[in-house]
């Protein structure tokens, strides 16, 4: 089996695809500084000047609708309120008062989560941002003015930068996925006498494919550590103890380091998910177009089917998505039931493999 592992790197270490994952995440990496760099993400001046600027949007509302059917007292007041909070954070960045700025979001926070109540917030919804998002960022100033913890603006920063990677992997990492493993082991298996020639079992061919495909996965993630400690020379590493909120049924902070290391584990969990999956898919259809078709199908299912997004908690392809989990987007889906979900789905994918598909194959070898 050492044997076939080491033939099997020899073999993937060469190969296109791997070659051009390992480009494409030097890519990202560029492209991201780029985006940081250009459009300042991070500047909490920008931000409370976007918060400000969505407000004042809001309350021009109250002056182009002529048919509104709700209390417009309360709601116009508590908007107005919300944006004397909004200058306050303002003018608490541009005296450096940091206390004020925190205390000032915390009352910001608090006043649209009042407004989210009175009847008619639909009208300015779209203007303000959504209830997770809202205790997402009370969660955080809470925690930000309890450690008296010095304001993170620079995204270019070690941590600050590898968090804003894998958020934005999050959202393509299962469909990177499913195209970069959509051939593990069709060739092999089209033309099974290519297997004649190793002096182990189909099983453990399998098993072999599986195990460096997902090795080569976890190296790309090291690749992305790696190559990003340039920065750390440029802009330095900033706190890795600096609080980020996340969900986990409630909203907490955890430390910048732990929720990177959240994301990285969680997506090699996935990663395997989908490599076992692959297989079985690749060893009934032998066709890669079909496969991805598949699994896309698979995954979009929730979407099509709101029932299965609502309801089938148990259904693994809820979970593949890391970053609106741990943003609390979808409030019935939490991260450790992703994990025990995701978990048990790789055991009884692994249980197929095993006990069904090569067991098949070794009788017809």
Same mark, same amino acid.
């Given at each position: 089996?050492?044997?076939?592992? !080491? ?11 791997n ?23 991070g500047?909490?001046e920008?931000? #409370?000047?976007?918060? !400000? ?19 417009e ?23 450096? !008062?940091?206390e ?21 917030y639909?009208v ?16 955080f ?15 270019? #920063?070690?941590?600050?930068f590898i ?5 934005l ?14 051939t ?16 182990v ?14 090795g ?13 400690m ?26 910048i ?36 078709? #598949? ?31 741990? #943003? ?7 991260v ?17 493999? !095993? ?11």
């Open positions: 089996m050492l044997n076939m592992l !080491r033939t099997q790197f020899m073999l993937e270490r060469t190969s296109t695809r070659i051009f994952a390992a480009v494409a995440v030097l890519v990202v990496l560029c492209g991201s500084v780029i985006y940081i760099h250009t459009l300042h993400i500047d909490k920008r931000e #409370t000047a976007v918060e !400000r600027q969505s407000i004042t949007v809001a309350l021009s509302k109250f002056q182009i609708a002529d048919d509104l059917t709700f209390d007292d309360d709601l116009y007041t508590n908007l107005v309120l919300q944006k004397q909070e909004a200058a306050r954070q303002a003018m608490a960045l541009r005296m450096n !008062r940091i004020v700025y925190w205390d000032s979001s915390i009352k910001l926070t608090q006043l649209r989560e009042k407004a989210q109540q009175i009847e008619g639909e300015v919804q779209n203007n303000l941002p959504t209830s997770a998002q809202n205790k997402r960022q009370l969660a100033s809470e925690s930000m003015q309890k450690q008296h913890i010095a304001i993170e603006e620079n995204h270019l #920063t070690y941590y600050p968090l804003f990677i894998m958020s992997l999050s959202g393509i990492w299962f469909i990177v996925l499913v195209i970069y493993s959509s593990t082991v069709i060739d092999d298996f089209t033309h099974a006498t290519l297997l004649r020639g190793y002096p079992t189909v099983g453990q061919y399998i098993w072999s494919k599986a195990i460096i495909s997902w080569f996965i976890g190296l790309l993630m090291i690749q992305i550590l790696v190559v990003s340039g920065l750390m020379l440029w802009q330095g590493t900033s706190n890795a103890q600096y609080p980020v909120a996340i969900y986990t049924g409630e909203f907490v902070t955890w430390p380091y732990q929720v990177i290391l959240l994301y990285m584990g969680y997506f090699m969990l996935i990663a395997l998910f989908v490599i076992l999956t692959t297989i079985i898919l690749n060893l009934l259809y032998k066709n890669h177009y079909i496969t991805i078709f #598949t699994q896309m199908l698979l995954w979009l299912l929730p979407m099509l089917v709101p029932y299965v997004r609502n309801h089938a908690v148990w259904y693994p392809f809820n979970y593949v998505d890391v970053a609106s989990l741990v #943003t609390g987007e979808k409030p019935t889906l939490i450790m039931n992703g994990v025990i979900t995701i978990s048990i789905s790789i055991l009884l994918l692994a249980l197929a493999i !095993r006990f069904l598909f090569t067991s098949i194959w070794d009788q017809k070898g």
